[in-house]
């Protein structure tokens, strides 16, 4: 079973528009990772948060992490026709490699 | 820097057929990955590994074999393809779990 599970599964938005996505997970983590993922592409790392870190910021990208309800969000601001990708997010629980949900595919109309 | 190198980038099997899957990096990282991709249902752990010579079992681990022998490469074979086995396959590699893991560019199988 997934240990990540993203909302919604796909978002469609204007250029210029923020775009937020959620993740929630089942069990204990040592971090968070959000990766991109261009069609037909290979996964793109974008920022990691660990577990003891409730916010992160890495360009026109802000992360937070609520351990308490086992959740994470990724916004985008500023969207661009070219940030149009699925994106995952993944756990890290320190018993195996990453566990990844199933994505959010998002579409920025220009 | 190469990165994460992944080949064939594409394959056609029959069914029963065997084949190695090749990944191999170049950044001297320890931890190695093998996932697959199915339309839906985002990427499923298949083997993993914490360096030369140490490979667990990841969430669909059968009908898949690893090995590693050296910390560059991360070969993943197929034993007897079955068409449930047709998807896209990718291989990651990370310096250590407090780092993002970096992908290959994946290797899609079709078993017929």
């Known amino acids: 079973s997934q240990q990540g599970e993203e909302d919604p599964q796909a978002l469609s938005i204007q250029e210029g528009e923020n775009a937020t996505m959620n993740c929630s997970y089942k069990?204990?983590?040592?971090?968070l990772q959000w990766y991109r993922q261009n069609s037909g592409r290979g996964l793109v790392h974008l920022i990691l948060?660990?577990?003891?870190?409730r916010e992160k910021h890495s360009g026109r990208l802000r992360v937070t992490l609520d351990t308490s309800k086992k959740s994470s969000s990724l916004l985008i601001t500023a969207s661009r026709a070219a940030d149009t990708a699925s994106y995952f997010c993944a756990t890290d629980t320190g018993r195996r490699a990453l566990t990844f949900g199933s994505g959010t595919r998002l579409q920025v109309q220009p | 820097n190469a990165g994460v190198t992944q080949t064939p980038k594409f394959q056609v099997l029959k069914t029963g057929q065997s084949m190695t899957l090749q990944c191999a990096q170049d950044m001297n990282h320890e931890y190695m990955s093998w996932y697959r991709q199915d339309p839906g249902m985002g990427l499923r752990l298949i083997h993993y590994s914490v360096g030369a010579g140490i490979t667990d079992q990841g969430e669909v681990p059968n009908g898949y074999n690893v090995s590693r022998s050296t910390t560059e490469d991360f070969p993943l074979r197929l034993l007897s393809a079955a068409p449930s086995q047709t998807s896209v396959y990718f291989c990651?590699?990370?310096?250590?779990?407090?780092?993002?893991?970096?992908f290959g560019s994946g290797t899609r199988l079709t078993v017929v």
């Open positions: 948060i660990r577990s003891n870190e």
């Open positions: 990651a590699s990370s310096r250590d779990r407090v780092y993002g893991y970096t």
């Open positions: 069990t204990s983590i040592n971090n």
